[in-house]
């Protein structure tokens, strides 16, 4: 079991920590740049923009580009299975005919 540690991080210009452990502290902090940027992205210009609203959008959009990964991965998957049942469907030929 690993130990957590606290981590600062910074988004939309309000100090969060959070306890995470040490191998997954990068991650973390890449995470929460990625957040951040995307929050900047949405409130724009408008810094009135109620922050929760902002959230709400940047995870939906984070949500819905994690899903279109996941849904292509899922793709992938299928074509390399389908891919591999055809090698083995041919290697058997060969081997039958050899």
């Given amino acids: 079991m690993s130990q957590t540690e606290p ?3 910074r988004i939309l210009d309000r100090e969060y920590t959070v306890g995470v452990g040490a191998e997954e502290r990068e991650s973390l902090t890449a995470a929460a740049r990625l957040l951040d940027a995307k929050m900047r992205e949405i409130r724009g210009s408008n810094r ?5 609203r902002v959230a ?3 995870a939906l959009n984070l949500a819905h580009e ?3 990964l996941r849904d292509d991965h899922a793709r992938q998957a299928v074509a390399l299975q389908q891919t591999l049942a ?6 058997d030929r060969a081997i039958d005919g050899a």
């Fill in 7 to 9: 981590v600062s991080v």
């Fill in 48 to 52: 009135m923009a109620a922050v929760d």
């Fill in 56 to 58: 709400v959008l940047a």
């Fill in 66 to 68: 994690l899903q279109q």
């Fill in 86 to 91: 055809d090698l083995n469907r041919r290697l």
